[in-house]
């Protein structure tokens, strides 16, 4: 049962911190135990993934951003879905990863200057 208090600015913040980087359920029990105040101790793996698949959503009708098709492979989905995201969330493990390889790119050649 979900506790039907809305997230506070510092669930919300970790959430935005760690999307993508762990499961919705892995942030619902971090929530629980970080601030049981905010939320007497329960937060469910699907309202975060609700809130947050809305937060992006509002963010890209705020910027127009344009979408493609893109195929993946079956197994990368079933893997997805293995690991408690949803195919909704594909794009946003793929641009986390991608900044990730950016940042250790920039330090590579900064580093070799």
């Known amino acids: 049962m979900a506790s039907g208090q809305p997230f506070t600015s510092r669930e919300q913040a970790h959430i935005t ?12 029990k971090d929530l629980a135990e970080l601030y049981p105040d ?14 947050y698949r809305n937060q992006e959503r509002r963010k890209t009708e705020r910027e127009k951003g344009n979408k493609v098709m893109i195929l993946i492979e ?7 879905k293995t690991l408690g995201y949803r195919k909704e ?13 950016v940042d250790h790119a ?8």
């Open 17 to 28: 911190r760690y999307a993508y980087k762990r499961s919705w359920g892995h942030l619902a």
């Open 38 to 51: 905010d939320n007497n101790g329960y937060r469910s793996g699907e309202s975060i993934s609700r809130w």
């Open 74 to 80: 079956k197994g990368t989905f079933d893997l997805v």
């Open 89 to 101: 969330d594909i794009d946003g493990i793929l641009y986390m990863h991608l900044l990730e390889i």
């Open 106 to 113: 920039e330090v590579l050649l900064a580093e070799s200057q």
